[in-house]
């Protein structure tokens, strides 16, 4: 199999999807002529037109906003928000938008939109570009939320993503795009709402998503070499959750440690510590331990905001706790 | 007024009697939910269209049926207008499953796919980008449908209004914004919320054409909608229609009406849009009060058929609740 990018992954996956099927177009800032600000969409308005890759003006109300209506009109657009900081000026059209709109109606209409959405910290971008709130999408009902941590499931989940009628969140992590990984030739598609064992192991189990997967790999490489193996569930879905193979592998490890890079308060962590509470108490041998950003605003310092975000160092330490 | 005898020589007497039908219909329907409301039967908001009948008649009686509409929260004369059968309205508005939202949307979000009517929307302005995805999906496919987006004065100071407004000139989508100034936001006039008097100056700084045309006559409102539509359609670009229009009752069910006095109601009454187009039929000589009445009780019967269907429909069951939240499971 080939290895590839994140970037070259989600490209491909965009690139196919336009070709495959005519009502897919792409709109955001800076998609078209510049070739988008990651280079996700370089060479798109050339060989797709204008047409099919608009760019809009900075104006992220509108750009989720007329996603939303043509895609109740018949079109697959994918709109790309530069960062998801930006997406809480489209946060109305996200949630009383593309998350109600099928159900408010009585499912007369369906909006099947992708939001594509750029987060996470770590760029030394300071306080307003370096958010990972994947959890407060999470929050609603009527909205998938996808966050990928390979190359793999970015291609293949991006291509679930635009082929349903439901609306979608794909976060992406802005420093994930040089991470590559094997990624099969020609069309495949990862289910959402599918989480999946990144690694096998018996003696605890880290349940992660997105960036935290390739820290927490690095952490089990390291635990492997102290004798103790870690399994690793990757929830790729934050919404629809699948909680299956997390209470599958603590009723095998008895322990479990939540890695995730957004704050710890109201967070993914929490939501899974309390599942796990809820669905595998009499398994659990240990207080299920979170790993998460410090509760501060990211600084632009480097040091100081390496110290703020989730380390290798901050997962192996909860993992010595829990065993 | 030469101009409307024009507008009402061009009408044929079906049509005249039909719109007729139409407004006392909606006048109505809203007197007998007020009604429903106080006896507890009507839950959650009720925004009444009281005054404003002549906007939404006149405007849709217009449409070609490939044109989108979408409104506002104050849904239930454009869906009256785009075809939802009164009992389908009224059902809705007792939560019922035979409402056309099957109970789940309520007053604020009536909505029926198969009349290219795409809903009420209950967050101001919020509707408005909407539109410019529908206009824009219409325009990739090569269709020559309009997509017309109905709002109120309130929402052109909100930022999806400018943000809408300047994207559908810079992409030229076929969109009719149809800004219905009944000169309040809620209790706030647009002395005090918004810079200029005119809603249509707002559009002249998107360098967009647009017109103004007084929303208590139906057939003054009919053909400015029709002229803005042929604007549209022919240009390919959108046009800004400004309704002015009034409200006769409270912003919703239990406003205390603090912000105008009596006076004013009592002043605009006046112009009672229904009250203005009766006098035009029978100034006319087409009609004669006698045919008015008879369509006035054919209203009345619709409207108790209506309550009756509604209140003998059955609520959703709670196996409702989780259907619809997403496509697939």
Redesign the interface.
């Known amino acids: 199999m080939p290895e590839i990018t994140i970037r070259e992954a989600i490209s491909q996956a965009l690139w196919e999807e336009m070709e495959r099927d005519s009502r897919v177009?792409i709109l955001g800032e800076e998609v078209g002529l510049w070739g988008g600000t990651y280079a996700v969409t370089r060479g798109f308005y050339d060989h797709f037109g204008p047409?099919r890759v608009?760019d809009?003006?900075i104006?992220e109300?509108?750009i989720?906003?007329?996603?939303?209506?043509?895609?109740?009109?018949?079109?697959r657009?994918v709109a790309e928000l530069m960062t998801i900081n930006f997406a809480f000026l489209a946060m109305?059209?996200i949630v009383?938008?593309a998350a109600k709109?099928?159900?408010?109606?009585?499912?007369?209409?369906?909006v099947p939109v992708v939001i594509r959405a750029v987060g996470g910290g770590g760029r030394q971008l300071g306080a307003t570009h370096s958010q990972t709130p994947d959890a407060v999408f999470a929050h609603f009902?009527?909205l998938?939320v996808v966050a990928p941590g390979t190359p793999h499931d970015a291609k293949g989940l991006l291509k679930a993503a635009i082929r349903?009628?439901?609306p979608v969140m794909f976060i992406e992590h802005a420093t994930l795009y040089q991470a590559k990984g094997e990624v099969p030739e020609g069309d495949y598609v990862e289910p959402i709402g599918v989480a999946k064992v990144q690694r096998q192991g018996s003696d605890v189990t880290l349940i992660t998503y997105s960036k935290m997967l390739q820290l927490s790999m690095l952490a089990a490489e390291q635990l492997a070499a102290e004798g103790v193996q870690a399994e690793i569930i990757d929830l790729r879905s934050l919404r629809p959750l699948d909680m299956g193979p997390a209470v599958a592998s603590v009723k095998k490890t008895n322990r479990a440690v939540v890695v995730e890079e957004g704050w710890r308060s109201f967070g993914v962590g929490a939501e899974v510590a309390s599942r796990l509470s809820e669905e595998a108490f009499d398994y659990l041998d240990a207080p299920v331990k979170r790993v998460a950003q410090e509760e501060v605003p990211l600084p632009y310092n480097r040091e100081l905001e390496q110290q703020a975000l989730p380390q290798v160092d901050d997962i192996l330490k909860a993992v010595r706790e829990v065993l | 007024m030469a101009q409307v005898d024009v507008a009402i020589k061009a009408l044929d007497e079906k049509e005249m009697l039909r719109l007729y039908h139409e407004m006392v219909l909606v006048r109505r329907l809203e007197e007998e939910a007020a009604r429903l409301y106080q006896q507890g039967k009507i839950g959650g908001f009720l925004h009444l269209y009281i005054g404003q009948e002549a906007v939404s008649s006149g405007v849709i009686s217009v449409r070609l049926p490939k044109d989108r509409v979408l409104t506002a929260y104050r849904d239930h004369g454009v869906a009256i207008a785009c075809g939802i059968e009164a009992k389908v309205v009224m059902a809705e508005l007792l939560g019922k499953s035979t409402g056309a939202a099957k109970g789940k949307g309520g007053s604020m979000h009536l909505a029926d796919i198969h009349k290219n009517f795409w809903g009420g929307y209950a967050i101001v302005g919020g509707h408005l980008p909407l539109a410019v995805g529908m206009a824009m999906a219409d325009q990739y496919r090569g269709d020559d449908a309009v997509t017309i987006c109905m709002f109120g004065d309130g929402a052109t100071n909100i930022g999806y209004f400018h943000e809408s407004l300047n994207l559908s000139m810079v992409w030229k989508l076929p969109v009719l914004w149809i800004c219905e100034n009944n000169k309040y936001g809620m209790g706030t006039s647009i002395e005090r919320s918004s810079a200029v008097l005119e809603m249509r100056q707002k559009a002249e700084g998107y360098g967009m054409p647009n017109s103004s045309v007084n929303g208590m006559d139906v057939l003054a409102v009919r053909a400015a909608t029709q002229e803005a539509l042929g604007t549209v359609r022919e240009s390919g670009t959108p046009f800004f229609l400004e309704i002015v229009t009034y409200r006769y009752r409270g912003h919703s069910m239990g406003d205390p009406e603090r912000y105008r006095d009596s006076e004013e109601i009592e002043r605009m009454r006046k112009d009672d849009p229904i009250a203005l187009f009766r006098s035009q039929l029978i100034a006319e000589g087409q009609f004669d009060t006698e045919t008015l009445d008879e369509e006035n009780a054919r209203v009345d019967k619709e409207i108790q058929a209506a309550i009756e269907f509604a209140e003998s429909s059955p609520d959703p069951v709670p196996a409702d609740l989780y259907t619809d939240i997403y496509t697939e499971s």
């Open positions: 177009i047409e608009r809009t003006p104006a109300g509108v989720v906003g007329a996603a939303n209506g043509a895609a109740m009109a018949g079109l657009p109305d059209q009383n938008g709109i099928h159900y408010m109606f009585g499912g007369q209409f369906r009902p009527g998938k349903t009628d439901d």
